[in-house]
């Protein structure tokens, strides 16, 4: 009996189980109109056994039916990869692309400040994706698995209504594999096929222009040979057309003074604004930290964690404002403010943090659990799998940094979750993460996904 998927036939989510079940050879019926017949609770997979929501969620449990197939890759480590990817696909590709492309299929307005944002992001994606793909015929390992197929499912309506020929020009790598991809068969029978936008429509707009130009100058010429039937009235009406001239130079003048202007706005910014960017900054992360340390105690009250691995996103690589991070998140609790802060700091952590240049690490660890984790330990062994290098080490804060390397592959995104479950793996070793010993009370698991920003 086939199963049943309950989701809107032409969203791109929905593409992803179809394609994924295609390759696993599994029938999957997708009735029609469910998007109206179930508004607000789909996507729903029903099976014999039950029910599975969560368009993520469906696609993982199709691809993981068949193993031989591999669509969830060929161990442990090419799973958690694909994992990685698709995360990656969710958070920062995902957002930005349909910021960019629902507005233009009228699904909401445009609001032009978010879409100027979200083409900045959707830049950065790609070139992420672009420079894996050098070196990379798929996504994660050597034939298509999830990650190919969730990555260029969120592509196709982004490729076909606004990324044209210049957008897209720096990323031949990636235009490589998606072709690739599209051109499976899997692929063809959920999309049929996928047309690129092309290039710009501006040239129309531009040859238009010239024709008004040459209109208004065969309709200036007959005034022109109108003149000679008044022989003194032309000379005299000549004379308020060369006073006219100043007039045109005036204009000139206004518009090289502007010109003038513009580099100024674009002026490097004072010591003074500097500074107030840096403290402006400064005051987010240490919010951030704040509000992440009361999150990481409850969760590991609730989980019975001693330590704890995370990752912040404000700042960005930088190591000075990523210890100041931490150091928030370990700050006292003061039970007087309305807003509790810190909190956390009884419970050992390794918090990461991706910048475009470098993914920066800071370990702490407290000093009643020295004796059962050594911080500078813990930190030399996440980064000695990865080539990364520790920058400083004391007995309770350690920190360190893995650079970007495109010729190897290594970028700060790519590398941020596999770190993170290397740096759960030591502490597994050390017998310092909880198992699953039967009871429901070690049942718990969490990642960045239970902390939103």
């Known amino acids: 009996m086939p199963m049943k998927l309950y989701a809107h036939p032409d969203n791109y989510k929905t593409h992803k189980a179809l394609i994924a079940a295609k390759y696993a050879g599994l029938e999957v019926d997708c009735p029609s109109n469910a998007g109206g017949a179930v508004t607000g609770k789909i996507p729903v997979l029903e099976t014999n056994q039950g029910c599975i929501f969560s368009s993520t969620a469906i696609a993982r449990y199709i691809s993981r039916i068949s193993r031989p197939v591999g ?26 692309l349909c910021t960019w492309v629902l507005p233009v299929m009228g699904v909401f307005p445009e609001v032009p400040e978010a879409t100027a944002c979200a083409k900045e992001d959707v830049k950065k994606a790609l070139a992420i994706l672009n420079n894996h793909l050098l070196h990379h015929t798929y996504m994660v390992g050597h034939s298509i698995t999830l990650a190919d197929i969730s990555v260029c499912c969120a592509l196709v309506d982004g490729m076909s209504l606004v990324l044209d ?34 290039a710009k429509g501006a040239a129309p707009a531009k040859e238009a222009a010239p024709k008004k130009e040459v209109a208004a100058k065969k309709e200036a010429a007959p005034k022109k040979d109108a003149a000679p039937k008044k022989d003194a009235a032309p000379k005299k009406d000549a004379a308020p057309k060369k006073d006219a001239a100043p007039k045109k130079d005036a204009k000139k003048d206004k518009k090289a003074e502007e010109t003038k202007e513009e580099p100024a706005k674009d002026k490097e910014p004072t010591k003074e604004e500097l500074e107030k960017m840096k403290k402006d900054k400064l005051k987010k992360v240490i919010k951030e930290g704040g509000k992440r340390g009361v999150e990481i105690e409850g969760a590991a009250d609730m989980g019975g964690l001693q330590f704890f691995c995370t990752s912040v996103e404000l700042p960005e690589g930088d190591l000075e404002l990523l210890m100041k991070c931490v150091e928030a998140m370990n700050a006292k609790s003061d039970p007087t403010e309305e807003e509790r802060k810190g909190g956390s700091g009884h419970i050992g ?41 520790v920058l400083s080490t004391s007995s309770s804060y350690c920190s360190g940094v893995v650079k970007t390397n495109s010729d190897k592959g290594v970028f700060p995104l790519k590398i941020r979750e596999p770190m993170i479950l290397e740096a759960n793996n030591f502490l597994r070793k050390k017998g310092l993460f909880p198992e699953d010993n039967g009871s429901d009370d070690d049942e718990c698991v969490f990642g960045d996904d239970d902390f939103p920003s």
């Not at 990636?174 to 029978?189: D, G, I, N």
């Not at 475009?356 to 370990?363: F, S, W």
Request: with cysteine.
């Open 71 to 96: 669509l969830y890759g060929q161990n442990l480590l090419e799973g958690g990869m694909i994992d990685s990817w698709i995360e990656f696909c969710t958070h920062e590709l995902e957002v930005p």
């Open 165 to 198: 020929e210049s957008f897209r020009k720096p990323f031949p790598n990636l235009m490589r594999w998606f072709s690739l991809c599209v051109s499976q068969p899997e692929f063809k029978s959920v999309l049929g096929d996928v047309k690129l936008l092309g």
């Open 349 to 389: 952590k390794m918090v990461f943090s991706a910048g475009v240049d470098q993914l920066g690490i800071v370990a702490y660890v407290p000093d009643e659990k020295a004796k059962e984790l050594s911080c500078e330990e813990w930190l030399k062994t996440v980064l000695g799998n990865f080539s990364g290098e």
